[in-house]
């Protein structure tokens, strides 16, 4: 594996050994044996040009577990506010010996071109684009899922929120379909309903105690609540919350057994209460310390095909 765009372009098999490799790190809480640090003498750069806590963070704590270099790049306070581009940016880091970079960008499409930019010696990870893709989090969301659930051709994932604006819910629906996930319900006011052709054989729910029914995983997604207020114009946050904001109560329609999952950050109040997010159910502190060990996996195995 050469560079991660997009989680539809990795196979069953591939996801499967990179969920395994992540388990092992877990096991460890999160560091390596000594002869894992198959990073050391390389250089990861992070470029986010949009916020990230977790994401950013994360990538930071792996890289270094495994004996990489770090730079994380202030998109305001470099050469870019002086005109320079995303793709001249990476060069000149790539020509500084920088092995690594997880970029996230709001531009669709942007990462292609990096790509097809780079010398050939370096790596390109997607670290969220536009809403597009966030391969990352897709797959530490199915490791998350796979620790507490048989497999996933027999549960049934519901995501609720603004998925129409979604680069998480489309990398888990994408990651659903090639581990052979089957049932997938997406619930959401009409105006935050996706284009279905990026979501084949779910089904769209506006109700969300029906489309919660028998659900195994439920994943909150985060709603702005200055997004709300611009692109609904008949619904406030408190609307919101009342017609989808997940509670205890709202969740009895799910099987008793029902994992609760948010990509952060929370919208308290908004998406999902206190009680929920802080409750038995909740894997959401879960899936940060996941998301360490997913990304640790991923740095390890493309660094083991360059050391063939």
């Keep these: 594996m050469k560079h991660l765009l997009y989680l539809k372009e990795l196979n069953q098999s ?39 806590t977790r994401t950013r963070s994360s990538f930071q704590i792996a890289a270094k577990r495994l004996g990489a270099d770090v730079l994380n790049i202030d998109d305001q306070h470099s050469s870019r506010v002086k005109g320079e581009s995303i793709i001249d940016t990476i ?43 966030h391969p990352t989090q897709g797959l530490l969301d199915l ?51 996706p284009n279905m052709e990026f979501y084949p054989k779910a089904e769209h729910y506006k109700n969300l105690d029906q489309g919660l029914v028998n659900a195994d995983v439920v994943v909150a997604l985060r709603v702005q609540k200055e997004r709300i207020e611009s692109l609904t114009k008949t619904m406030s946050p408190d609307d919101y919350f009342e017609q989808y904001g997940l509670t205890k109560k709202r969740l009895q329609p799910c099987n008793e057994d029902v994992i609760v999952m948010h990509p952060g950050p ?10 929920v997010a802080d409750g038995t159910n909740s894997v959401i502190r879960e899936q940060i310390t996941n998301g360490i060990a997913i990304r640790m996996a991923l740095l390890s195995m493309m660094q083991a095909e360059v050391m063939k």
């Design 266 to 275: 929370v919208n308290r109040g908004v998406e999902i209460s206190d009680e």
């Design 14 to 52: 591939t996801i499967s050994k990179l969920l395994a490799k992540a388990e092992t790190f877990l096991s460890t809480n999160n560091f390596p044996p000594q002869e894992d640090k198959n990073l050391q003498g390389t250089t990861l750069a992070n470029l986010f040009l949009e916020p990230s």
């Design 91 to 133: 060069r000149t880091l790539e020509a500084m010996g920088v092995n690594y970079f997880v970029v996230r960008h709001k531009e669709r499409g942007i990462l292609s071109k990096i790509v097809a930019s780079l010398d050939g010696g370096s790596h390109l990870i997607n670290g969220g684009e536009s809403s597009e893709s």
């Design 143 to 193: 490791l998350t899922i796979k620790k507490h659930k048989k497999s996933f051709d027999q549960i049934k994932v519901a995501i609720v929120g603004d998925i129409k604006h979604s680069r998480v819910a489309r990398s888990l629906a994408e990651g659903l379909r090639i581990m052979a996930g089957k049932k997938l319900a997406l619930i959401a006011p009409e105006e935050f309903k």
